[in-house]
């Protein structure tokens, strides 16, 4: 069987703005439409007996015989880029996904940059190679339907970290090239640009703790990458990271990570991180500076 056989069959494709006020539907449709609200706006999906407000990013999957229509924002015009495909070449590859069962997830917000990226590179790969699109652009929407299915099934901290408030975002950033100075959260809040209830209550909902609790785990991250990557002693480390008292630094420390600073040195050292440079967790969705090995399940 040919390896074309086993991807998505795209049936046409845009990338289309529709007046402000419009709509579309209600309709039903024979195959599978995939369609991406690159920004957030007032318009509206409903599906069954279903409404999703699409005010931030959003992906909407539609699959055949949902009755569904679309009402575009009424204040400005509306974008949106769309894909229609089936597997009618081998129904047999129909990938097990939960957005593609019947009564499925039908609006996926976040994924970021990257899935934003690929559903454009589709339309991109569609206009200027059409003679390519049933392979490359197939494998890369099977591609995309697992990542979008990924968001719903996995949760994965993904999906979490792309709906973090700009503001927040500037905060977490401003923790990491300032961890060795005092910071408060009157500070961050002031730098986010929100009042400190507002800030310390978005901060909790958006990240499951406090600013404290964060700046915390965020210095002691940054203290164990010093005990492992420089020859550093316990007390230097603590006050390289901003704490001023080295018995609290280690009574935080194994708070958070169960074992002592020493410890934690003895348990980890290995010689391969001795030119590793201690970095902050920055824009990265996984720790820096770690090794991340093929784990074959039993």
Known sequence: MNVNDHLPLIHFAGDVVKKAGTGLGP?????????LFPDGTDSVYRVGDKAFALTEPSFIVT???ELHSYEYDRHQPSRHLFIHFGFERNPSSLPDLDIMKPGGPSCITGGGEL???MMKQILF??????????????MLLLTLLHEIDGIVTDNPIAARM?????????????MDKHLSEPLSVEALAQRSGWTHEHFSRSFVKHLGRTPREALIHKRIERACQLLLFEERSVKE???AVGFADENYFSRVFKSVKGITASEYRKKHSNPIY??????SDGDSLYPPNRILYNIQAD
């Open 162 to 174: 792309a709906r973090i408030p700009p503001q927040l975002v500037r905060a977490l950033e401003y």
């Open 63 to 65: 699959r055949p015989g």
């Open 27 to 35: 309709r039903l449709i024979e195959d599978y439409e995939l369609l």
């Open 274 to 279: 001795k030119d590793l440079v201690p970095v």
């Open 115 to 117: 899935l934003v990226g």
């Open 125 to 138: 790969l569609a206009y200027s190679k059409p003679e390519r699109m049933q392979q490359r652009c197939g």
């Open 237 to 239: 480390a603590a006050y």
